[in-house]
DNA sequence: AAGTACTTTCAAAGCGCTTTGGATATCTCT
DNA sequence: AGAGATATCCAAAGCGCTTTGAAAGTACTT
């Protein structure tokens, strides 16, 4: 038995089409899809039959004869333990969805174990299930890319694997940049003891972050002081967690940068738990990836932030997927976004 | 020219397997697929050779032959205008994602606008490019229920619709109960204003979330004044507006009831822009889908909360829609969650 | 020894589309 | 009017798998 269920739910498919219309599958096949030897009126009995019948080629054949699956895979791996899904990944999804329905793929969704993470991407090479993939979240040096390399899988990394040999597409914001700003901007601001509330230590943009931060320390002349860079899993509690410890430093901060705004408003409530207020006591500045569940529509933000869509960023590696997959001789291509830099009331000069 | 990439890509296939192993593509099928009917011996041979070449059935090959496309679709409707993905949405997935590996589904994803949406289901179905879908964020009376029975498309809905006389599957959390304890906890704490920020109005969690409320202080003899009653997306800059308004009010309330985590963390701004303090000069008491990015593993919980992991309710859902998916006859069936109320320092005994 | 029942294997059909390589009809031009 | 071009359509092959229906080989009975 194959197909019976199916039947059911779409009776209608080419060869009905086609002997309903008394023509050959070929033409009608054609006709849909805008051949140009096919005969004008011919095209149009056959589109109005399509459309009267609600036919829609059936996706399964489709992507069998074309040697096509029409499907994006994006693997997100998750660790045991800490099986946490990164909220802007939902913005990313989003971003990059539009773009694929623009071109008729489908976005193929799957949660892998850290370790199983390479021997997945074989999987689907293997099974040849997608035409294409984007990777989440490198690291400095990230072995996927190789891997995909070797596949000959086309791949897009949101990000970029600065240590990484490979030539491969990316789109990234220059965080390098980013920070650097917002590193300057509370110096100017007379913030000579500012901190860092990073993301996890080994992943690419958190270093290129904590360059930028440095960078700028170093241009004033402010030494900067290892015990004021925090690393982890950026979420509320580690926000709140990592401002604590530094408010029980010596020397506690005048200035914190968040990686994120969730990261921030941890930290916000570390601040406000130790009676202090943000922007008078102390100042906070954030990375802030425009997600669509925070974002603020009030004329001045709450946070001062580097502010960059990461809506955007899908949309734009979606489109840089597609062309790659489209064309494969296509040369590989970088897209750098600039980060802004947004004031608002969570930043005001150093006390003196 | 078909399939000549993916021909690079792949080059093992059962025909050649078969060649290679001198047995015809039958036997080389059925012993990779388990069937009894083969030499011991033979099945052997034939891992052997298929561990050897890496072969995994091409995925558009089999989906065509079994007429099973082997993926579930998840369908997000995205406002024009407001493109909010639900933030609780990533970790639903991630818990359905893990269902759907057990047993071998792909998990599509795919953000439509609001007024495509009922057609997208039709598209789904005439491509045949799934074998089921999760419906998320029902109304009351939820159209897409009707359309998917029509269809002939098996669904599960996360969450419910009351008003709908379609018979369906469905896992929900018992909203109703759950805040009918939480509003009577404040009401033991002494409360006597309590405010609830609700989620949209027209969302169907939203109706028996209020409905429970509304039980509580009927069941207490405290009349219901409509003004405490907030409908909304459920963002943080939702909570913090709601929360400012609600202050601003003649009699403000002494507890504010919020729908979500995020809403919780508005809410908590908006008091503490007032000079008020959590839990000492206002309770909060939030709803807490257990998000992975929001969780706190400390002792005591920050916010009071009715907790429900919507993580485990996407593993439930996947669970429920595979079994309908493999016996399509089976009953329909509907799981009820019930909710744990932690309480923690947001709530305070009202001053009197 | 011949009939019956398994066991094990295979050739070929089929899934529903796209694409190749004609075939037929219609025009155009000399 | 006939040759060559052009427009329009079609039969059949092919995508890589699963599944059907049969055949061949083995073992067991009587």
Redesign the interface.
């Known amino acids: 038995m194959?197909?019976?269920?199916?039947a059911?739910?779409?009776a209608?498919n080419l060869k009905f089409l086609a002997e309903h219309l008394g023509l050959s599958q070929t033409t009608v096949s054609r006709a849909l899809n805008g051949f140009p030897e096919v005969n004008y009126k011919t095209r149009q009995l056959v589109q109005a039959a399509a459309q009267k019948f609600?036919?829609?080629?059936?996706?399964?054949?489709k992507?069998?004869?074309?040697?096509?699956?029409m499907?994006i895979g994006h693997l997100?791996s998750?660790s045991k333990g800490?099986?946490?899904?990164?909220?802007i990944?939902?913005?990313f999804?989003?971003g990059a969805?539009?773009r694929y329905?623009e071109s008729g793929y489908?976005?193929?969704?799957?949660?892998?174990p850290d370790e199983k993470e390479l021997s997945a991407y074989?999987?689907l090479?293997?099974?040849?299930?997608v035409d294409g993939v984007i990777i989440h979240t490198p690291k400095e040096d990230d072995k996927r890319l190789k891997r995909l390399n070797e596949?000959?899988?086309p791949f897009v990394v949101h990000g970029r694997s600065t240590k990484s040999n490979e030539v491969y597409n990316w789109v990234d914001v220059n965080n390098e940049s980013a920070f650097f700003r917002a590193t300057e901007f509370l110096i100017d601001l007379g913030h000579r003891s500012i901190a860092l509330v990073n993301g996890m230590a080994d992943l690419d943009f958190a270093i290129r972050r904590t360059k930028g931060y440095e960078r700028a320390l170093s241009k004033h002349q402010i030494d900067a002081v290892s015990d004021y860079i925090l690393y982890g899993e950026?979420?509320?509690?580690y926000g709140y967690r990592s401002t604590i410890a530094l408010l029980d430093r010596p020397i506690p901060p005048t200035a914190i940068i968040a990686s994120s705004i969730?990261v921030a408003?941890g930290v916000?409530?570390g601040i406000?738990e130790r009676g202090l207020k943000m922007g008078h006591d102390i100042s906070i500045l954030s990375h802030d990836d425009d997600?669509?569940?925070?974002?603020?529509?009030?004329d001045v933000p709450?946070y001062s932030a580097t502010r960059s869509s990461v809506?955007v960023a899908g949309y734009k590696s979606a489109d840089l997927l597609i062309k790659t997959i489209e064309d494969?001789t296509r040369q590989r291509e970088g897209i750098l976004i600039e980060a802004d830099l947004m004031i608002g009331t969570s930043t005001k000069p150093a006390k003196s």
């Open positions: 194959t197909g019976n269920k199916s059911l739910k779409n209608t609600n036919y829609q080629p059936n996706a399964r054949a992507r069998l004869a074309t040697g096509r699956s499907a997100v998750v800490h099986e946490i899904v990164n909220p990944f939902a913005d999804i989003a969805s539009a329905i489908d976005l193929l969704l799957s949660l892998v074989n999987d090479a293997a099974r040849d299930a596949l000959n899988l950026m979420t509320e509690p969730l408003n916000r409530r406000e997600l669509s569940y925070f974002r603020d529509e009030s709450v809506r494969p």
